[in-house]
């Protein structure tokens, strides 16, 4: 099973050209952001680091996996996906149609909540974590979200650094999203999807689906105040009553 996560944490780094990569993790425990200890490391620390990111540094031969001096792994960003599609199969198993489930940012909607309807799943406002920016309805459908706004650490010159470490630069995220929820029938992808496209910004976030439009549905919420949503979600996207963002279908 080890194996299998890895296989496919290589698999999403080559699809989204390095976006999401699990490789990443000196990096991260460098800046130490999800510690009690995080710190800003010196550009020449950092640039060190990037030389041990890269799949290229990852042998994977059946069941056996080598790493190449000095590198490690961060699973964090698809092993809850993993986790998901385990559970899917388990309901599968054990003949349960029905049901929801949360690990925190990551939801498996399994069939409908009853005969009639889907299971309403809210989408946390980044800028508000005790409200919501949409409710969207699903049903045998996952849903993952990524975004800065719940762990982060403010330096001591007032720069608020999230957790998520852009790979080509080894620096946290400072893009024009704020959020981004992949819908799609396979755990695993978005949560990996969810991670690279809040990476890659808006721009080519967009740009991204339209050209695997097939595999997953979008939900972005970027710094201008927009709610951004592809157009399969239409009619089962609730705007949230009295919410300041404007809610847009993405052509």
Not at 51 to 71: M, N
Not at 152 to 167: C, N, R, S
Not at 200 to 208: D, S, V
């Amino acid at each position: 099973e080890t194996a299998q996560l890895l296989t496919a944490a290589l698999t999403y780094a080559q699809k989204t050209d390095g976006a999401f990569d699990m490789t990443i993790a000196p990096v991260v425990s460098a800046w130490g952001i999800t510690t009690d200890t995080p710190r800003v490391p010196s550009q020449e620390e950092i640039t060190s680091l990037l030389q041990l990111v890269g799949s290229q540094h990852v042998t994977v031969s059946g069941t056996a996996v080598t790493l190449d001096a000095g590198c490690s792994v961060d699973l964090g960003g698809i092993a809850k996906g993993y986790a998901s599609d385990r559970i899917a199969a388990i309901f599968a198993e054990n003949g349960v149609t029905s049901g929801v489930v949360s690990l925190g940012g990551n939801v498996y909607a399994c069939g409908m909540k009853d005969k009639k309807t889907g299971w309403r799943v809210a989408i946390q406002d980044p800028r508000d974590s005790a409200n919501y920016a949409a409710v969207v309805t699903l049903s045998d459908q996952f849903a993952v979200t990524s975004g800065g706004y719940q762990r982060y650490f403010t330096a001591e010159d007032g720069t608020v650094y999230q957790h998520i470490i852009d790979p080509a630069t080894g620096y946290p995220v400072k893009g024009d999203l704020t959020s981004v929820t992949i819908i799609g029938t396979n755990g695993t992808m978005c949560d990996a999807y969810s991670t690279a496209l809040y990476v890659m910004g808006q721009e080519k976030a967009i740009a991204y689906w339209k050209a695997h439009s097939d595999e997953f549905d979008l939900i972005l919420i970027n710094t201008d105040g927009q709610v951004l949503y592809t157009p399969n979600l239409e009619g089962n996207l609730e705007s949230v009553e009295g919410s300041s963002y404007a809610y847009q279908v993405i052509r």
